[in-house]
Nanobody, 124 residues
Framework: QVQLVESGGGTVQAGGSLRLSCEAS????????MGWFRRAPGKEREFVAA????????NYADSVKGRFTISRDNAANRLNLQMNSLSPEDTAVYYC?????????????????WGQGTQVTVSS
């Protein structure tokens, strides 16, 4: 059974940093592309970042490019999202998701397993 558990969310002031992690159940992680999505209050869920199963070809939403870094540790079954220079516009629930293959996808339709989410709040 695939389980994804996010952690690392919290409240931070604008300009600060947070590091999110997503722990995957063993045997369900290393062969698949992974992604981060977020849902802000009153808005649709949106793509944030994605990475292939090898860790190559990271892809970022324009709104986070240059500020966020996605990475993965296949030995530890862990996906990370380093978030720097945070702004109030980054406030959202952040979800990690597993893709249906090893490549990078930006569409949520290509992700078939999701974590429960972790809240990130950035105060001005």
């Amino acid at each position: 059974q695939v389980q994804l558990v996010e952690s690392g969310g919290g409240t931070v002031q604008a300009g600060g940093s947070l590091r999110l992690s997503c722990e995957a159940s063993a045997g369900t992680f290393s062969s698949y592309g992974m992604g981060w999505f977020r849902r802000a209050p009153g808005k649709e869920r949106e793509f944030v970042a994605a990475i292939s199963w090898t860790g190559d070809n990271p892809n970022y939403a324009d709104s986070v490019k240059g500020r966020f870094t996605i990475s993965r540790d296949n030995a530890a079954n862990r996906l990370n999202l380093q978030m720097n220079s945070l702004s109030p516009e980054d406030t959202a629930v952040y979800y990690c998701a597993r893709g249906d293959s090893g490549v990078v996808y930006t569409s949520s339709r290509r992700y078939n397993y999701w974590g429960q989410g972790t809240q990130v709040t950035v105060s001005s």
